[in-house]
């Protein structure tokens, strides 16, 4: 009983030593707050697969989200700020990233990919719906299948 309780101990104990403390960031104004967090959920954690930066819990989205409010602090403003990230990181930063040239496969893809599952789901069905010309069977198959019926009824 001695060895579960220090197990159970050392877990406790160990889950804390583990626990990243939670940064808070004081802001002046609420809006310079709600700036704040619309921008953390528009901004995508670079080292996360599909967290906003607000979500993520790793150190580069932690360095974001303080550089984020120095800059609002600073006075910056929305567009500034996004501006700033895209010019360091590129558009892959965004979660609506603009639609131009290096973007439009990202845009269009989606609908791409459909577009060609509906191709091929309709040249699949018309392609099951002919019926070939040499699938009539002959005089002597269709005995044939008569008598295997018969069998069949007589086996039951």
Request: proline letters at 4%; charged letters at 25%; aromatic letters at 8%.
């Amino acid at each position: 009983m001695k060895k579960y309780i220090l197990i159970v101990c050392g877990l406790l104990l160990t889950t804390q030593v583990l626990a990243d403390p939670v940064v808070t960031f004081k802001f002046d104004t609420p809006e310079r707050e709600a700036l704040f967090h619309k921008l953390g959920n528009e901004l995508r954690c670079l080292v996360c697969q599909n967290q906003s930066i607000a979500d993520s819990n790793a150190g580069l989205a932690k360095d974001l989200r303080t550089e984020i409010y120095e800059m609002i602090e600073a006075g910056k403003s929305e567009s500034q700020i996004i501006d700033f990230m895209v010019a360091r990181y590129g558009d892959y930063v965004l979660y609506r990233p603009p639609f131009k040239l290096q973007t439009a496969l990202l845009w269009l893809g989606p609908m791409l990919v459909f577009l060609l599952g509906v191709f091929f789901a309709l040249k699949l069905i018309r392609g099951q719906r002919k019926v070939p010309a040499d699938t009539e069977i002959s005089a002597s198959e269709r005995a044939r299948l008569h008598d295997l019926q018969a069998q069949s009824r007589d086996l039951k």
